[in-house]
């Protein structure tokens, strides 16, 4: 069955600190993996992909398939990055999408 | 339109009690999703409606759940006989269904408490 985990309930680093966010996912096939983030009174909103191999407000992630992995990372992280943030995958054989606990990030000053 | 609609944004209702919530995709979004947002939880899936096929409705946690769509757009998630367990923020996501460009917009929520 398809399950996506983040071990990290709350991160908390300083600012300009490098910041890296754990994913891990378990799913026979070919996935797409995604990162969605939840600023303070704003919807959750995607943050990036990874068929799009963007990076997005500095952050990237790769997905490693050998160790089923999507880890987000920042070299150096910003106080306006503190949010909630979601690891997500859909499978190739179906449309929903599946989220994991999410991962609080502190960036502090 | 201005983006997924989601009402009320708030609703305190009483155990036992039935409870309806309203979600308004972007217009021309053929894919529509139900999520339940709690604290620790994460994100749970709900159900799931893409145009005209049946809904997957293997998310919902019990046969106190449904959802409807009507007419391909607006969708209703209905409790039945609210328990506490039931309170959450339920998000509503629409997307164009197209999976080359898939990107799920959210709504703002509805924060249910149920006393």
């Known amino acids: 069955a398809q399950r996506v985990t983040q071990p990290e309930k709350l991160l908390s680093v300083f600012k300009g600190a490098p910041v890296e966010l754990k994913c891990n996912y378990s799913?026979?096939?070919?996935?797409?993996l995604f990162w969605y983030v939840q600023y303070s009174r704003q919807r959750l909103q995607l943050l990036l992909r990874?068929?799009s191999r963007e990076s997005i407000k500095g952050f990237t992630a790769d997905l490693n398939k050998g160790e089923t992995s999507f880890h987000l990372k920042k070299p150096f992280a910003q106080e306006e990055d503190s949010a909630m943030y979601y690891c997500?995958?859909?499978?190739?054989?179906?449309?929903?999408?599946?989220f994991g606990s999410g991962t609080k990030l502190n960036v502090k000053p | 339109g201005a983006g997924v609609s989601q009402s009320p944004s708030n609703k305190v209702t009483e155990k036992g009690k039935d409870v309806e919530l309203r979600c308004d995709p972007i217009?021309?979004?053929?894919?529509l999703y139900w999520y339940r947002q709690s604290l620790g939880q994460g994100l749970e899936f709900l159900i799931y409606?893409?145009?005209?096929?049946?809904?997957?409705k293997s998310g919902l946690p019990s046969d106190r759940f449904s959802a409807e769509r009507t007419g391909g757009s607006v969708s209703t998630l209905t409790i039945q006989r609210t328990q506490q367990e039931d309170s959450a923020v339920y998000l509503c996501?629409?997307?164009?269904?197209?999976?080359?460009?898939?990107?799920?917009?959210f709504g703002s929520g509805t924060q249910l408490s149920v006393l």
């Open positions: 996501a629409s997307s164009f269904g197209d999976r080359l460009n898939e990107k799920l917009f």
């Open positions: 799913y026979s096939g070919s996935p797409e």
């Open positions: 990874h068929i």
């Open positions: 997500a995958l859909r499978g190739s054989f179906f449309n929903k999408f599946y």
């Open positions: 217009s021309g979004h053929t894919a």
């Open positions: 409606f893409q145009g005209n096929s049946a809904p997957d």
